[in-house]
């Protein structure tokens, strides 16, 4: 009886080590271990040109944000996360931040019955300029 038991557990033991090998090639090739792609650098390139640029890439991008830079150009990418140059894993999505093509929409405040002055005050907190007069 000892013998058969000894047996039995060498054989465990070996089907344990050969199932737990097969799951560690397994693993390394489903998630693409040690594959991977740099990413390039997106910053000044036009939103509309974007599908065209990542084409050959092995990456994907997602438009998270956009920012108002009234002295920039407009409808350009002008951050990324992760950043050029970082090594990345073939298929990871690239988060960017474009410059609006428009600017923000503000509610026009109420300037009727008040001074020159205090209309430029209220203006200006608002982020507003003030025209001609």
């Known amino acids: 009886m000892r013998k058969s038991f000894i047996k039995h557990l060498s054989a465990a033991l070996v089907f344990l080590i050969l199932f737990i ?3 560690f090639k397994w693993l390394s090739s489903y998630t693409h271990h040690g594959e991977l792609v740099l990413v390039p650098d997106f910053k000044g390139i036009k939103v509309v040109d974007l599908n065209a640029f990542v084409k050959d890439k092995r990456l994907r991008y997602a438009i998270t944000d956009s920012v108002f830079d009234p002295k920039g ?3 350009i990418v002008v951050r ?7 090594s990345v894993k073939e298929n990871r999505t690239i988060y960017l931040y474009v410059s609006t ?10 300037l009727i ?3 020159v002055r205090q ?5 200006e907190t608002y982020g507003l300029k003030m025209g001609h007069t």
């Not at 093509?101 to 109420?110: E, T």
Request: aromatic share 4%.
């Open 21 to 23: 090998w097969v799951i």
């Open 119 to 123: 209309a430029t005050a209220v203006l």
């Open 73 to 75: 150009p407009r409808g």
């Open 101 to 110: 093509l428009l600017p923000p929409q503000v509610a026009m405040p109420k």
């Open 113 to 115: 019955d008040k001074s």
């Open 80 to 86: 990324q996360e992760p950043e050029n140059k970082v």
